[in-house]
């Protein structure tokens, strides 16, 4: 099947098989290996993409239900060689280890400070439910979050 | 800032591809000819694959690369330990 979508403001027209994964088109097709796979089973969140301003495991979305939408990825969180916000504040706080779960984490705070500017720690927990590390243990990740916002 | 190394945290320099998705982990990647393998596992614990059992032949992703089946490993690949010892059929 043919889809169009526009993925970190690049236009893509691509061929898809009907049950291939969102995730898939993403690393495979369009080979922007920055979204990573945990789990596959929407558990932990490595996968997260914003899909038309929502934070999405694509893990769990067909690369078919992607079709017209616009879609934010690591890849394109770092705007002319400027790290976003985020991204500093997860590198100056050691709010990663091995990094496999970092884009997720990135993508799913990105959209927590655009719905919500200035979370309290709970909230930041709470927004980053849907994510899993295997390395931090969460208090530099909510740190990070932290500081992005006051610094958005 | 010699002074200050000891005792303070240090900015880690593999962070910037990590925070950006241009670190390459196993699964990113690609290599000329690269080809994938999947196990089938037994369905029952305590059962051990027979070289005169075929499974379902999988479409080959080249025909350079074909799906292997029992009767082509090695014979070792059968002599596996079972945890039933002597009770387990051969
Ligand atoms: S890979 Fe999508 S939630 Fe784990
Ligand atoms: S940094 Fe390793 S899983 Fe989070």
Request: glycine fraction near 8%; hydrophobic fraction near 35%; include cysteine.
């Amino acid at each position: 099947m043919q889809i169009s979508l526009t993925v970190n403001g690049r236009p893509y027209t691509v061929d898809v098989e009907p049950r291939m994964l969102l995730v898939h088109l993403l690393r495979d097709v369009l080979d922007l290996t920055g979204t990573n796979v945990g789990c596959d089973t929407s558990q932990c969140g490595a996968c997260t993409v914003i899909i038309d301003g929502r934070a999405v495991k694509s893990c769990t979305v067909l690369a078919v239900q992607a079709d017209g939408t616009d879609i934010l990825t690591i890849e394109g969180l770092a705007k002319d060689g400027e790290l976003h916000p985020l991204q500093e504040a997860f590198w100056n706080n050691h709010g990663l280890q091995c990094g496999y779960c970092t884009p997720g984490m990135i993508m799913t705070a990105y959209y927590l400070l655009q719905t919500n500017p200035t979370p309290s720690e709970e909230e930041i927990r709470h927004g980053l439910e849907g994510n899993i590390c295997r390395c931090t243990g969460y208090h530099n990740i909510v740190r990070a979050v932290q500081e992005a916002a006051q610094r958005m | 800032m010699a002074e200050k190394l000891l005792g303070s945290a240090i900015r880690r320099r593999e962070d910037p591809a990590l925070i950006t998705g241009r670190a390459k982990y196993t699964d990113d990647l690609k290599l000329p000819n690269m080809a994938y393998v999947a196990i089938l596992r037994a369905v029952l614990t305590p059962t051990r694959a027979s070289p005169a059992w075929t499974p379902p032949r999988p479409k080959p992703l080249t025909e350079s690369w074909p799906s292997l089946r029992p009767s082509t490993w090695p014979k070792a690949a059968f002599q596996a330990k079972c945890p039933w010892a002597g009770s387990c059929p051969t």
